[in-house]
Nanobody, 126 residues
Framework: QVQLVESGGGLVQAGGSLRLSCAASGRTISSYTMGWFRQAPGKEREFVAAVTWSGGRTNYADPVKGRFTISRENVKNTVWLQMNSLKPEDTAVYYC???????????????????WGQGTQVTVSS
């Protein structure tokens, strides 16, 4: 069992930055691909970014490429999402999650992730 707790969300003006953290407990996450997802009101949860267990490979959704950076430090059992040049359309609840199994291709579907945090709200004002 893995418990995930996100933090770092808040209210920021467009063009600003936030850094989200995801702290894991209960089991080491060093063997898992870790992902960030987001869900805006009235919309489905969508993939944002993911990083393989070693940190050697990453995958980003097109809307955040070049603005967001995912990273991890397995010793600290923590994953981060650095978000720069934020836009109002980035407003959502952001969740971190662990992939249920190792795959060659970094998964982007919510169905491929089995442990989820409670989420942290990010609001970007225009």
């Amino acid at each position: 069992q893995v418990q995930l707790v996100e933090s770092g969300g808040g209210l920021v003006q467009a063009g600003g930055s936030l850094r989200l953290s995801c702290a894991a407990s209960g089991r080491t996450i060093s063997s898992y691909t870790m992902g960030w997802f987001r869900q805006a009101p009235g919309k489905e949860r969508e993939f944002v970014a993911a990083v393989t267990w070693s940190g050697g490979r990453t995958n980003y959704a097109d809307p955040v490429k070049g603005r967001f950076t995912i990273s991890r430090e397995n010793v600290k059992n923590t994953v981060w999402l650095q978000m720069n040049s934020l836009k109002p359309e980035d407003t959502a609840v952001y969740y971190c999650a662990t992939a249920s199994r190792a795959t060659v291709v970094i998964p982007t579907s919510t169905r491929a992730y089995n442990y989820w945090g409670q989420g942290t709200q990010v609001t970007v004002s225009s």
